[in-house]
């Protein structure tokens, strides 16, 4: 682990040593056992942990898929996903193979491997998840790391002119973006029919923490609107190059049964697909959050 650990005793005895990854986000924690039920007191001290860092990781933990669940249950109620598959029995839990839940094969790999896949999840929702939590279920033997992008701290260093520019507006996020082509056209007509093109703000502020993020991504955010349409189509570009900016993330090299969890409200991920054709396999519990984004 990198940067010094630091033991933090938060909420009464829960007591959980964290090792920042990064100056800006990212922290390995350890001192807690997944597999076992936690008391309010740990749930708490995780969640502090979560505001502050924006992704934690956990490594060894060798979680089965209730304690999967029950993990994610102590953070809000979990939420299923309209594309890509479950684990059988568990609806909460995602089987996601390669490339979001996609397989990939020799004659999708020259489509999946050249993909900007950094996004937020679910931005198609009129309620964005809260977090995810992402566990190692089939590990390559080299590649299939996960970054991460701090939005708060990308939007912060923004010149004072395009944050100006930027706060008051809006962008439109379309699950086809996404999705469309990989699903038969009924499949799509249903999507659309489920989640319309949603509009969210092009700048959210972080309901616990008050921190400004910037909230477009190249997933699904499709458009900003209330501009021209070239000009439109310049910004949301220009945004969405400064999340490829090194200096904003981390990167997250996975172990056996590692656990990754995220705040989805103030970051970007990517899956890198550099390991093909070995299997790489995760799970995932979605975390709902409670109100839409806003200003």
């Known amino acids: 682990?990198?940067?010094?650990?630091?033991?933090?005793?938060?909420?009464?005895?829960?007591?959980?040593?964290?090792?920042?990854?990064?100056?800006?986000?990212?922290?390995?924690?350890?001192?807690?056992?997944?597999?076992?039920?936690?008391?309010?007191?740990?749930?708490?001290?995780?969640?502090?942990?979560?505001?502050?860092?924006?992704?934690?990781?956990?490594?060894?933990?060798?979680?089965?898929?209730?304690?999967?669940?029950?993990?994610?249950?102590?953070?809000?109620?979990?939420?299923?996903?309209?594309?890509?598959?479950?684990?059988?029995?568990?609806?909460?839990?995602?089987?996601?193979?390669?490339?979001?839940?996609?397989?990939?094969?020799?004659?999708?790999?020259?489509?999946?491997?050249?993909?900007?896949?950094?996004?937020?999840?679910?931005?198609?929702?009129?309620?964005?998840?809260?977090?995810?939590?992402?566990?190692?279920?089939?590990?390559?033997?080299?590649?299939?790391?996960?970054?991460?992008?701090?939005?708060?701290?990308?939007?912060?260093?923004?010149?004072?002119?395009?944050?100006?520019?930027?706060?008051?507006?809006?962008?439109?996020?379309d699950i086809i973006q996404s999705y469309g082509w990989r699903v038969s056209p009924e499949k799509a007509a249903q999507l659309r029919a489920d989640f319309p093109l949603m509009v969210h703000p092009v700048v959210r502020r972080h309901p616990e923490t008050g921190e400004k993020h910037l909230f477009v991504n190249h997933v699904f955010t499709s458009r900003i609107l209330g501009l021209p349409d070239a000009e439109a189509k310049d910004l949301l570009a220009y945004l969405l190059d400064r999340v490829k900016a090194p200096e904003y993330q981390v990167r997250f090299r996975w172990s056996e049964n590692a656990i990754a969890f995220w705040d989805n409200r103030a970051t970007q991920h990517y899956g890198v697909l550099d390991c093909f054709p070995h299997e790489r396999v995760v799970e995932r519990v979605t975390v709902m959050d409670v109100s839409r984004p806003s200003r």
């Open 1 to 173: 682990m990198d940067g010094a650990v630091a033991q933090t005793l938060t909420d009464g005895d829960a007591l959980l040593s964290i090792a920042p990854n990064g100056p800006l986000l990212g922290a390995e924690v350890s001192g807690v056992d997944l597999r076992q039920p936690l008391d309010d007191a740990t749930v708490a001290a995780i969640r502090a942990a979560l505001l502050k860092y924006k992704v934690l990781f956990f490594r060894d933990q060798d979680v089965s898929y209730e304690d999967h669940v029950r993990f994610g249950r102590y953070f809000g109620q979990l939420e299923g996903h309209p594309v890509t598959k479950h684990v059988p029995g568990f609806p909460e839990i995602l089987f996601i193979e390669a490339a979001d839940g996609m397989k990939v094969t020799k004659e999708v790999l020259p489509i999946a491997r050249p993909a900007n896949k950094w996004h937020t999840d679910v931005t198609f929702r009129e309620i964005p998840s809260m977090g995810g939590i992402l566990r190692m279920r089939t590990m390559p033997p080299f590649g299939g790391d996960t970054i991460f992008a701090d939005t708060a701290a990308i939007y912060s260093d923004l010149p004072p002119d395009v944050k100006a520019k930027i706060d008051p507006l809006d962008a439109e996020h």
